[in-house]
């Protein structure tokens, strides 16, 4: 079974960090783009970041850009999120995803494209 495991969510004060974690399983990890999605109550899923199956090419949704940092490693089946800097208005339940097979660039933000979800993470951002 297809199985995405995220940690590393938690309560940081605004200009903090947290570094969460996504464990995949059950599929060819290193054939698929992955991506990172957060979602707050009553709001649609945001794409946040994502990282090709190959060529190393990460895009970033423009809220995030310069403070978000995802990594993958494919030995280990990972897929990461260094998130610096929190802001107010970054507070969510992060989940990773694999990405439909075919989409490439900026479409890959789209949670629409998102095929396998994992349950989630919560990050809340107060002082």
């Known amino acids: 079974d297809v199985r995405l495991e995220e940690s590393g969510g938690g309560l940081v004060q605004p200009g903090g960090s947290l570094r969460l974690s996504c464990a995949a399983s059950?599929?060819?990890?290193?054939?698929?783009?992955m991506s990172w999605v957060r979602q707050e109550p009553g709001k649609e899923r945001e794409g946040v970041a994502t990282?090709?199956?190959?060529?190393?090419?990460?895009t970033y949704a423009e809220p995030v850009e310069g403070r978000f940092t995802i990594t993958r490693d494919n030995a280990k089946n990972t897929l990461s999120l260094q998130m610096n800097n929190l802001k107010p208005e970054d507070p969510a339940m992060y989940y990773c995803?694999?990405?439909?097979?075919?989409?490439?660039?900026?479409?890959?933000?789209?949670?629409?494209?998102?095929?396998?979800w994992g349950q989630g993470t919560q990050v809340t951002v107060s002082s």
């Open positions: 995803g694999a990405i439909r097979p075919g989409i490439a660039g900026r479409e890959t933000l789209a949670p629409g494209n998102v095929i396998n």
């Open positions: 059950g599929f060819s990890f290193s054939g698929y783009h």
């Open positions: 990282f090709s199956r190959y060529g190393g090419i990460t």
